[in-house]
């Protein structure tokens, strides 16, 4: 993609094959960095604003305080695209982490695997020591 910014940057006839949209995604990850391009979902141009879709409320935040930043960016990359600003909004949620299912939540079994050990002090020991592997 850094070479598409700088063909796009040099090259006249580039810019008549792409609208101002297709050029704005081209130079994206120049102007921004690849770290940032990837928490990016979808960009589009609405009138002069660059609509951005980030993938939650931290990148949007982060983002927005980069935005005249950001913004002279693409400005010094597509002098000739008019975007007179930024908005920042939060695209598809970033699914949260889960707790994967153990046989004990699913209640296949009616009885407790601790209920096996015959000695009372070991299936004390078992059942805190389980309860703390679970936390």
Known sequence: MERAARVLRKAQQSRSILDDSQAIEAVWP?????????????????????????????WQRQLRSLDTQI???????????????????????????????TAFASGNTGEDEADRIQDPVLKKVYQISRRKASA
Request: hydrophobic share 45%; no cysteine; proline share 7%.
């Open 71 to 101: 913004l002279e960016r693409i400005r010094l990359l597509l002098p000739d695209v008019a975007i007179t600003g930024l908005e920042f909004r939060i695209g598809l949620p970033r699914r949260e982490p889960q707790r994967a299912p």
């Open 30 to 58: 120049t102007a921004v960095g690849r770290s940032i391009a990837r928490h990016v979902s979808r960009l589009r141009l609405v009138r002069s604003t660059l609509v951005v879709d980030v993938e939650d409320v931290i």
